[in-house]
């Protein structure tokens, strides 16, 4: 009995579009990819394989290979113009062909020739099969970085991962499929800071961008708005919008100067951000490692605000620069030293909280020049 040498041919592939929209609604649920997006991916796939198929394909435009995709089925057509000569078969169709597609074709007529999905070739197949998983990964990119620039401007808890050479800290940040490093530049550490793998920090996070493997994103430990987020935390006043945060200025790791209003009648705010026996103002001071924090009042009068923002010092009297945003302060002359501070940072630090430039006098030399 003759032996049947005719070789096996492989089967078509194909495909079952009811299995493919469940499992992207599976994958939309478990990492939140649009279905939409997958399936505009898929037609793109699927549109390359048809043009990658085979070599008489390759100079199809895109636009001419139209791809219908839907749970019920799978459709793919090619566009050609009907002609009475062929001279490019990778745009036109003769006549006579196009006739049997559609009896009533006239000359100079796009024509949609369908195709027979069956047919693709398996390099066909795993080029679709690539350009998915691709997508799937691009999708989970712009989930995650959907994610974290709705985060730019707020604290986040992070683990320390490791320090580069070049003095950068990489932190890890979020959780679960949303878990992704940022970077705590040399420039936004606190100075003297020291941090060990699986420190865990609160950062500020600066700014978020795109990136081929996913959202960078930049974090600060020395940003002002840092102490505004911790206290936020920390004071149910200003979360609820009792307390407002007015402006802070800091020289991050030794002094910060944070200026408060009440924002409704018979709330202190100073009371309220400093806590029952100093603890809300504790916490933050011990996140920033013993970081000194002046609380002050904010008024809309610049005399009472630069008054309140050379705190701890006592001040006499504050007069205003004519014509200038500055202003004239005579302080007591055993208060000078407090007044300026340590290399001049209370002065400093009052004059870039309350926008004024500040000229600090001590009595005796005011009553001098009088």
Same mark, same amino acid.
């Given at each position: ?17 009811? #299995? ?48 219908? $995709? ?7 057509? %090619? ?7 062929? *001279?490019?078969? &990778?745009? *036109? @169709?003769?006549?006579?062909? &196009? ?11 796009? @024509? ?18 690539? /350009? ?7 999708? *989970? ?48 550490? @606190? ?16 700014? %978020? ?10 974090? !600060? ?38 200026? %408060? ?29 013993? *970081? +000194? ?6 008024? #809309? ?11 701890? &010092?006592? /001040? ?8 200038? +945003?500055?202003?004239? /302060? ?5 208060? $000078?030293? $407090? ?17 004024? +430039?500040?000229? @600090?006098?001590?009595? !005796?030399?005011? #009553?001098?020049?009088?």
């Amino acid at each position: 009995m003759a032996r049947n040498t005719k070789k096996k041919q492989p089967e078509a592939h194909k495909i079952d579009c009811a #299995e493919v929209f469940a499992s992207l609604r599976e994958l939309e649920k478990l990492k939140g990819i649009p279905v939409d997006y997958m399936v505009e991916r898929m037609k793109q796939g699927m549109a390359n394989a048809y043009r990658k198929d085979r070599e008489d394909r390759r100079d199809v435009p895109a636009d001419n290979v139209v791809v219908d $995709l839907s749970e019920t089925g799978l459709s793919v057509h %090619v566009v050609k113009t009907a002609v009475e000569e062929l *001279e490019d078969t &990778a745009l *036109e @169709i003769h006549i006579d062909a &196009a006739r049997n597609i559609k009896p009533d074709a006239q000359i100079g007529e796009q @024509i949609s020739i369908p195709v027979d999905v069956e047919k693709f070739s398996r390099i066909a197949a795993q080029t679709f099969k690539q /350009v998915v998983i691709q997508g799937i990964r691009e999708a *989970e990119r712009g989930v995650v970085y959907e994610s974290y620039s709705s985060k730019a401007q707020e604290l986040l808890t992070g683990s320390v991962l490791r320090m580069d050479p070049t003095g950068d800290i990489f932190v890890r940040i979020g959780q679960g499929n949303e878990q992704n490093d940022a970077v705590l530049r040399v420039s936004e550490q @606190i100075p003297g800071e020291k941090y060990e793998p699986g420190d865990l920090i609160r950062v500020y996070v600066l700014e %978020v961008h795109r990136a081929n493997r996913g959202p960078l994103v930049h974090v !600060s430990r020395t940003h002002p708005n840092l102490v505004r987020r911790l206290f936020e935390l920390e004071t149910p006043e200003i979360a609820e919008g009792q307390v407002e945060v007015r402006n802070i200025a800091r020289e991050a790791g030794s002094r910060s100067k944070m200026a %408060v209003r009440a924002a409704i009648e018979g709330v202190d705010p100073v009371g309220a951000c400093v806590g029952p026996r100093g603890g809300r103002v504790g916490a933050v001071v011990e996140e920033l490692h013993g *970081e +000194k924090i002046d609380i002050v009042i904010w008024s #809309e009068d610049p005399c009472q605000y630069v008054r309140s923002a050379l705190s701890p &010092a006592d /001040v006499v009297s504050v007069t205003l620069v004519p014509g200038q +945003k500055a202003c004239r /302060v005579i302080v007591p002359d055993d208060q $000078l030293s $407090l007044a300026i501070g340590k290399e001049g940072q209370n002065a400093r630090l009052a004059a870039r909280l309350t926008g004024y +430039k500040i000229d @600090i006098k001590p009595e !005796s030399q005011a #009553e001098v020049e009088e």
